[in-house]
């Protein structure tokens, strides 16, 4: 089954193996920064991505943070709004709002992986 998956533009993407390694910064890689280059290579990184999603979803996170956005522009009125502003305003109350079972599901599952990668 095919997503239609709309890429965040507010993220810094994953920087190269080159682009790491020929940064004249530092000469060593966080293990934050192994493990995130681990699991995009292997893949795994994008099954992360989508079951976080249908968590979210599941859970009606997702329908949470759409009443709280349109609330907002409500209140605020249509024309008054910046996508920046409000981004800036839902942000803090969605990752407040994850639910604990999904950050719980996400943290075992990247565990599994640093186990099975031997990281």
Do not use: Y
């Not at 759409?66 to 942000?91: F, M, P, Q, S, Y």
């Amino acid at each position: 089954m095919a997503r239609n998956v709309k890429q965040s533009e507010n993220r810094s993407p994953t920087p190269d193996d080159e682009d790491v390694r020929d940064s004249p910064v530092r000469d060593e890689l966080t293990l934050r920064e192994i493990i995130n280059i681990k699991l995009v290579e292997s893949g795994e990184k994008e099954n992360l991505m989508e079951l976080v999603r249908d968590r979210l979803v599941e859970s009606g996170w997702k329908d949470e943070m759409r009443i709280a956005c349109r609330e907002h522009v409500k209140k605020k009125g249509r024309k008054d709004v910046t996508v920046d502003e409000l981004i800036r305003v839902i942000t803090p109350k969605g990752r407040a709002s994850v639910p604990d079972d999904v950050k719980e599901e996400l943290l075992n599952r990247i565990q599994n992986f640093i186990r099975s990668a031997a990281l």
